[in-house]
């Protein structure tokens, strides 16, 4: 079975200039945990919430110091500064993808491997779906069903 027989193939996606606010408003609504980034009908990126958290979470030299004088609550008030931002001040540009013909447990390995619960499924950098780790899941199910009905 190939990553073309099981992904999704309407896939909602955002361009390197789409606003963070509307990112943030698709990932709360629709809950999104990343959506693909899409520039001249080319896979470039990909903007997921922990890209959005990472921007207000302090670095790791304040973390080691003194965390008690890390302002939290000032940090999630920097939130709403982010929203003038674009997707591509923020987005990951070196995306992984995997290829509509590959074998889907391989695709999931490399999931697995890369802890990535969903992956664009793209053919000469153009996105033509989305594969998630469920989607394996259930065409295993399905096809295991069908083959134990069969059996009976």
Known sequence: MQVKDI???SVKTVT???????VVS????????????????KLVGIIAEKDILH??????????GNLSAIDFNGLIRDYSGMMKLQVSDLM?????SV????????????MAGRRFRRIPVAENDRLVGMLSLGD???????ANISESLSAS
């Open 26 to 41: 698709l990932m709360c609504l629709y809950r999104y945990s990343g959506l693909p980034v899409i520039d001249n009908e």
């Open 92 to 96: 990951t540009s070196s995306v992984a």
């Open 16 to 22: 390197p200039v789409t606003p963070i606010a509307e």
């Open 55 to 64: 921007h207000l979470l302090p670095d790791v030299e304040e973390l080691m």
């Open 99 to 110: 290829p509509p013909g590959m074998h889907i447990l391989k695709a999931a390995a490399l």
């Open 136 to 142: 394996v899941h259930k065409a295993i199910f399905h």
């Open 7 to 9: 992904m999704s193939q």
